[in-house]
């Protein structure tokens, strides 16, 4: 099944709702709550689409057995969590984890305390890690730059919300001291953003994800194989204080896009990571 296959089901829905809907003007009570409901589990369905499409994709794909394609080929399995391709007998298993050293997300990161510690630290961890693992994989940064004067304007925004926060809690009769460093804190660090800006810095959002692939002589075979390589990666990683996250579903297939062509814009490209964190 192929992303035009998926828009004709949805067309088909819409249509059945559509009609289902307009059965209330042919009476009154039962079909009239029926219709209600379907509505509304049609509105609950898009919210689910938008917000957690990778959880529900997996759901209905594992319990319809549904396997879609990504490129000739090749096939997303039923549990969304790996891409297979069938070479003369052989089966090739893909898996993706996330390896941002921040939130897996094209959001401007929140930056913490001890980050000149940790990209200090990320070469020698890197090694150690590496060290431990005995089959290959990829690792990819994906960068794309922003717009300086959009961010800039976003954490002036930001610390003048940290101030006014400030001002209420210094005026507050109950306040108390942690409640305050952490709104210092908080102004501390937007304002070491809008310094470096400030300095010619130019932002940058950055996905880090890595791929690895498990043979096997069966489906079945290559994807337990996989599953062990992704518990290894998460396993060995974990030293680097990343976030370790299995993509699934619809990002899985982005990420696998991404081998033939890249998104152009920023705004394209964080469209792809607002779903799975």
């Known amino acids: ?14 249509v059945l709702l559509i009609g289902i809907s307009l059965l209330q003007y042919f009476g009154r009570g039962l079909i009239e709550v029926l219709c209600f409901f379907i509505i509304v589990a049609g509105v609950l369905l898009i919210l689910i689409l938008n917000f957690a499409d990778f959880i529900l994709m ?14 000739q080929n090749y096939k997303i399995t039923k549990d969304q969590n790996a891409i297979v391709k069938n070479v003369n007998g052989l089966f090739y298993a893909t898996g993706y984890v996330t390896a941002n050293l921040f939130a897996y997300t094209f959001k401007i990161e929140t930056e913490s305390a001890d980050e000149d510690e940790k990209m200090i630290s990320a070469p020698e961890n890197w090694e150690r890690a590496i060290m431990n693992i005995d089959f290959p994989l990829k690792y990819h940064v994906l960068s794309m730059g922003l717009d300086v004067q959009k961010v800039r304007d976003e954490y002036e925004g930001k610390r003048s919300y940290q101030e006014f926060q400030m001002s209420r809690a210094l005026q507050s009769p109950t306040v108390n001291d942690m409640t305050l460093t952490e709104i210092q804190r908080k102004i501390n660090v937007i304002q070491r953003k809008i310094d470096r800006i400030s300095q010619g810095e130019k932002p940058i959002a950055t996905a880090m994800y890595m791929e690895t692939t498990a043979i096997g002589v069966s489906e079945k075979a290559a994807l337990d194989t996989l599953n062990r390589q992704i ?26 896009g991404f081998n033939f062509a890249l998104p152009t814009t920023f705004e394209e490209a964080s469209s792809y990571f607002d779903q799975q964190n």
């Open 1 to 14: 099944m192929d992303e035009e296959a998926i828009m004709y089901i949805a067309f088909t829905m819409v």
């Open 58 to 71: 997996s759901v209905v794909a594992g319990l319809f057995n549904i396997t879609f394609q990504p490129a």
């Open 231 to 256: 518990s290894g990666l998460q396993i060995s990683m974990s030293s680097m204080d990343v976030d370790l996250t299995r993509i699934v579903g619809r990002e899985m297939q982005v990420l696998f």
